[in-house]
């Protein structure tokens, strides 16, 4: 265990389906991260809060949703999903922000399936 | 250079070689340079984060060195063992963002 646990590890979910990944550190740090990979693809960077604030805009279809009610949660809700978001969702923490001089700890990751 | 790239894509070696790997980043505006290992179904690991033109590193067998200047990293395994099996993901973090950029990776296999 790295001491970032995501739930669940498998999801597969319809295109109308309403869900929500978890996850959670208990790290003390101040700043989380939701990553996607989809296949031959590199990690992409999805949303980053510090201190539990949003930061950073990039571009994300509406359809995923984060929320961060504390330092040691967040969550990526879903709704209205194409098959095109399956791919392996990672979370990660790290001691502060930017993260640069500070590697990232990670989660297992969710492994999201939409049919 | 605008994405971060790495060589080779993948990598057989026998157990007992040494082998490296390549990591290409922007250089302009360079903040940090991350390694990780991942291997399958475990969590990405840090291995190692630079910061410093001609920073070397070294964690047991494994070494990575930078430069800034030109943009590159090498990762560097002596005497790969089946457990050094892996994917090794770089990633740079360029100054005033939040975000680390991340390459494909070199997925390396040891054969015994």
């Known amino acids: ?115 | 250079i605008l994405n971060v790239e790495q060589s080779p894509q993948s990598l057989h070696v026998q157990e007992g070689d040494s082998t490296n790997f390549t990591c290409s980043f922007p250089s302009s505006n360079f903040y940090a340079l991350h390694w990780y290992r991942w291997e399958t179904a475990k969590s990405p690991e840090a291995l190692f984060v630079m910061t410093l033109n001609g920073d070397e590193k070294k964690k047991g067998r494994i070494s990575a060195t930078l430069n800034t200047k030109e943009g590159y990293s090498y990762l560097y395994i002596k005497g790969s063992q089946p457990e050094d099996s892996a994917t090794y993901l770089c990633a740079s973090a360029r100054a005033g963002s939040y975000q680390l950029t991340f390459g494909k990776g070199t997925k390396l296999s040891v054969i015994p």
Not at chain 1, 18 to 45: D, I, R, T, V
Not at chain 1, 76 to 94: F, I, K, V
Not at chain 1, 97 to 109: I, K, W
Request: aromatic share 10%; proline share 6%; hydrophobic share 30%.
């Open chain 1, 1 to 115: 265990e790295t001491g970032v646990t995501q739930t669940p590890r498998h999801l597969v979910m319809g295109m109308t389906n309403k869900k929500s990944l978890k996850c959670e550190q208990h790290l003390g740090h101040n700043a989380m991260y939701w990553y996607k990979q989809s296949a031959k693809k590199p990690l992409e960077l999805m949303f980053v809060y510090s201190l539990e604030e949003r930061v950073e805009n990039n571009s994300v279809p509406s359809r995923f949703s984060p929320e961060c009610p504390n330092s040691s949660h967040l969550f990526l809700h879903l709704h209205t999903l194409q098959p095109e978001d399956s791919a392996l969702y990672l979370c990660a923490s790290s001691q502060a922000t930017p993260a640069a001089n500070y590697g990232y700890t990670f989660g297992s990751g969710t492994r999201l399936t939409v049919v």
